[in-house]
T-cell receptor, first 121, second 113 residues
Framework: GAVVSQHPSWVICKSGTSVKIECRSL??????MFWYRQFPKQSLMLMAT?????????EQGVEKDKFLINHASLTLSTLTVTSAHPEDSSFYIC?????????????????FGPGTRLTVT | AQTVTQSQPEMSVQEAETVTLSCTYD???????LFWYKQPPSRQMILVIR??????QNATENRFSVNFQKAAKSFSLKISDSQLGDAAMYFC??????????FGKGTKLSVKP
């Protein structure tokens, strides 16, 4: 079945450095990847949508120069947090878009990655 | 723009009892999907149930069922025979035809033994 992985599962970095988070669809081709951010005790907020081979579309208020998204292949999308600051500390989750006519795919498959906890000190 | 509202930040239920979580949404689209997701402490998002807007019949999945009122834009989740493992954050989500998901703020469900 559909499996989406994220790496790393957690990362601690110093303020001013950059961090790259990988999201892989392990057994299917994801033409679209969605990136979400979740602050503690809050909901998931969509940051950007990326289509393979195209530039990502960012939600209002999300700095595209700070959160670099690359979707170079059908199985890999990366989110790079550049010049990270403590306020970027959050839980980042990717979701792979399903292929086929149903935009949400098989309801019995898992399309969310397990998430990456980023702590910036 | 679409919005999703969950008016119950926290809910509690006794084990083996039934609980209903509320959700309302707003949209001008005619073709869409609605979901309930469970997020346990591991924070992995788990799909509980989904409803296609064009289907009049309410979706059911074992102990989970929904009450979908399209005209009222309401989409509540009923959990029957609640189990300790049901304790988690529950998010109602709206799915557009392009595959985007918009989440409500969530309801924290506690299950008392």
């Amino acid at each position: 079945g559909a499996v989406v992985s994220q790496h790393p599962s957690w990362v601690i970095c110093k303020s001013g450095t950059s961090v790259k988070i990988e999201c892989r669809s392990l057994d299917f081709q994801a033409t679209t990847m969605f990136w979400y951010r979740q602050f503690p005790k809050q909901s998931l907020m969509l940051m950007a949508t990326s289509n393979e081979g195209s530039k990502a579309t960012y939600e209002q208020g999300v700095e595209k120069d700070k959160f670099l998204i690359n979707h170079a292949s059908l199985t890999l999308s990366t989110l790079t947090v550049t010049s990270a600051h403590p306020e970027d500390s959050s839980f980042y989750i990717c979701r792979a878009g399903a292929s086929g006519t149903d935009p949400f795919g098989d309801p019995y498959e898992q399309y969310f990655g397990p998430g990456t906890r980023l702590t910036v000190t | 723009a679409q919005t999703v509202t969950q008016s119950q930040p926290e809910m509690s239920v006794q084990e083996a009892e039934t609980v209903t979580l509320s959700c309302t949404y707003d949209t001008s689209e005619s073709d869409y999907y609605l979901f309930w997701y469970k997020q346990p402490p591991s924070r992995q998002m788990i799909l509980v149930i989904r409803q296609e807007a064009y289907k009049q019949q309410n979706a059911t999945e074992n102990r989970f069922s929904v009450n979908f009122q399209k005209a009222a834009k309401s989409f509540s989740l009923k959990i029957s025979d609640s189990q300790l493992g049901d304790a988690a954050m529950y998010f109602c989500a709206y799915g557009g035809s392009q595959g985007n998901l918009i989440f409500g703020k969530g309801t924290k469900l506690s299950v008392k033994p």
